[in-house]
């Protein structure tokens, strides 16, 4: 198994996925839901150079970057609120 994070946004996001996945699939299953979500995160950089302007964990899911491509850098501003504090936005 390859442990590397290719298209990396931080360390942690393998673990915070799984674990988004694993409390999804215990609140659907405690309402009685038969679904199967599947969780994915998706970063955009904020600048042109980075080697990977578009992240996708799991990397090897059917979600690619190349999916994504035409994606407005306004939409993600929005998400950060306008504080331009943080280096990491959340939106659904």
Same mark, same amino acid.
């Given at each position: 198994?390859?442990? +590397? %994070? $290719?298209?990396?946004?931080?360390?942690?996001?393998? $673990?915070?996925? %799984?674990?988004?996945?694993?409390?999804?699939?215990? #609140?659907?299953? &405690?309402?009685?839901?038969?679904?199967?979500?599947? +969780?994915?995160?998706?970063?955009?950089?904020?600048? #042109?150079?980075? $080697?990977?302007?578009?992240?996708? !964990?799991? !990397?090897?899911?059917?979600?690619?970057? !190349? $999916?994504?491509?035409?994606? &407005?850098?306004?939409?993600?501003?929005?998400?950060?609120?306008?504080?331009?504090?943080?280096? +990491?936005?959340?939106?659904?």
């Amino acid at each position: 198994m390859d442990n +590397v %994070i $290719h298209q990396f946004m931080w360390q942690w996001q393998p $673990h915070f996925r %799984i674990n988004v996945q694993v409390l999804a699939d215990m #609140s659907l299953e &405690k309402i009685g839901a038969r679904l199967d979500p599947q +969780v994915v995160l998706v970063g955009i950089a904020d600048d #042109s150079g980075a $080697h990977y302007p578009i992240c996708i !964990e799991p !990397e090897t899911g059917q979600l690619q970057p !190349e $999916h994504l491509v035409g994606i &407005k850098r306004p939409g993600i501003a929005a998400l950060r609120g306008g504080s331009g504090t943080s280096d +990491v936005a959340f939106g659904s």
